[in-house]
């Protein structure tokens, strides 16, 4: 499958360019981990994690590639792993403290959202992260959902996003977000 | 808070605002605590949607099958990689041989040098030329003239075997089907024919005048040994006669004869012609009693 065609496809959301991009690109994005002092697993998430990233920019039709999609994966990769010693290095020094307890408390939130969003219906949890997280426009959306129309998925989503938001806020007070 | 404000800081949370917007938007949260306390509540939402949607499509990824296939891994295997360029290298080089071999062509505006094998045979007929001066004849022999013959076909040579004979083959001596060699021939080594029956018989052979290198240039070795007795008594091998009799009564005459037919000596002694014959053990010397004989010896001694 040629690139030209597998970010059409991202383009539209199809999850099964993912899918093959992963699978064939595995053994030369881990082994830069693998080849640098980095375990199976953390290849595999450094992996993860480019691919993600270029999935969400081709996705919300934000990339402009100017090489193939392997060299992009693979760089990304390189500064993935790179990111990831730099901080291995740092949190062997007592200078982090302050960071952590941030770190700590900013997953406290997140956990509590998450919850949220779980109490969501599928569609809802579908529209709302196909929105903010694939960056995918209401027409994409509504064609991806099999909605009648664009509007139907602006309806949708503006439903969706303030249930989400009562929900969170029914069960921590604002005070529970500000430090 | 407005609905605009709400949608603001979905546009800003989300990407979906420009530069300007961007920096329009944190001015108004520098200034207004209630819009920023909101933007830093949905900031948390939004990136915990992300997030959800990042671990939903990991879980999606993880459940995939990475283990290459049959097919990926010979496509992936340096080992299967090296071995496909091997083989893909060999068939390259036997089509280039075989087709090489039956596009061959030799041009036959110029005349063709091959190198003839040393151990193998060729066609040849040896052209003495009996109507040439012997003498010069005989330096012919060292160099000489090889026909081949024109059914040959220049493929039939091996090109690398080593050789000894060098020949040269003029286009005029080509048929038009003959510019491709074909390997039949035999070529027993010049320089190890040594059996005169393997060449060509002439009258040559028969002239004392023939002096080859080998027969005319090595002129016998004599030693004597005198005695009281009139009979002559000899020796001849490797070259060497001895002779062994009373010489300070009468002195002794040697006739070498050489011929194709070979090296013949003869004595003469006392009026008397004694032939010499190859011998390791001391023996007197056969008195010639054919007159014929010793008439040719009797004019070859007095012209000489």
């Known amino acids: 499958m040629k690139d030209s065609e597998i970010l059409a496809g991202i383009s539209r959301g199809d999850e099964r360019m993912l899918d093959h991009l992963y699978k064939k690109y595995y053994r030369m994005m881990t082994k830069i981990v693998l080849s640098n002092n980095g375990t199976e697993d953390e290849a595999k998430d450094v992996y993860q994690e480019a691919l993600l990233a270029f999935w969400q920019k081709a996705a919300s039709g934000k990339l402009v590639l100017t090489s193939k999609i392997s060299t992009y994966l693979y760089s990304i990769c390189l500064n993935q792993w790179r990111k990831e010693l730099d901080r291995k290095s740092r949190l062997s020094s007592e200078e982090v403290d302050g960071e952590e307890y941030q770190t700590h408390d900013a997953k406290e939130r997140l956990k509590i959202v998450t919850d949220c969003i779980g109490q969501l219906g599928d569609v809802c949890k579908k529209v709302l992260t196909y929105y903010y997280f694939d960056g995918l426009g209401m027409p994409d959306i509504a064609k991806k959902m099999n909605f009648a129309n664009t509007d139907t998925a602006k309806t949708k989503k503006y439903k969706c996003k303030k249930k989400l938001d009562s929900l969170i806020k029914s069960k921590y007070t604002t005070e529970d977000f500000f430090d | ?304």
């Open chain 2, 1 to 304: 808070m407005t609905k605009i404000n709400q949608e603001q800081i979905d546009r800003f949370h989300s990407g979906r605002m420009d530069e300007a917007e961007i920096s329009d938007f944190r001015q108004q949260l520098e200034s207004d605590p209630s819009l920023k306390a909101e933007s830093n509540l949905q900031g948390d939402i939004i990136n915990g949607l992300k997030e959800f949607r990042k671990a939903e499509l990991k879980a999606r990824l993880d459940a995939l099958n990475v283990e290459p296939t049959w097919v990926e891994f010979v496509q992936q295997s340096t080992l299967m990689k090296s071995m496909g360029g091997v083989i893909v290298a060999s068939i390259i080089g036997t089509g280039i041989y075989f087709l090489g071999e039956k596009n061959e062509t030799i041009d036959s505006s110029a005349p063709i040098s091959v190198e003839a094998p040393q151990y193998e045979s060729i066609e040849y007929v040896w052209n003495l030329g009996l109507d040439k001066d012997p003498v010069n004849q005989n330096n012919e022999l060292d160099k000489p003239v090889l026909e081949i013959n024109s059914n040959l076909v220049a493929s039939e040579i091996p090109e690398s075997k080593p050789t000894q004979a060098s020949i040269t083959l003029e286009e005029s001596s080509l048929t038009d089907d003959s510019q491709v060699f074909k390997p039949s021939f035999e070529a027993p080594s010049v320089q190890g024919v040594e059996e005169e029956s393997e060449f060509v018989s002439s009258e040559l052979d028969e002239l004392p005048e023939n002096k080859s290198n080998d027969v005319s240039e090595n002129p016998i070795d004599v030693e004597t040994e005198l005695s009281k007795s009139t009979i002559i008594k000899y020796k001849y091998y490797d070259g060497k006669l001895f002779l062994k009799g009373d010489f300070d009564k009468a002195p002794y005459e040697i006739l070498e004869i050489n011929s194709a037919r070979g090296r013949r000596i003869y004595v003469f002694y006392l009026d008397n012609y004694y032939k010499v014959g190859v011998t390791d053990r001391l023996t007197a010397l056969p008195l010639v009693g054919d007159t014929e004989v010793i008439k040719e010896l009797e004019l070859l001694r007095t012209n000489k």
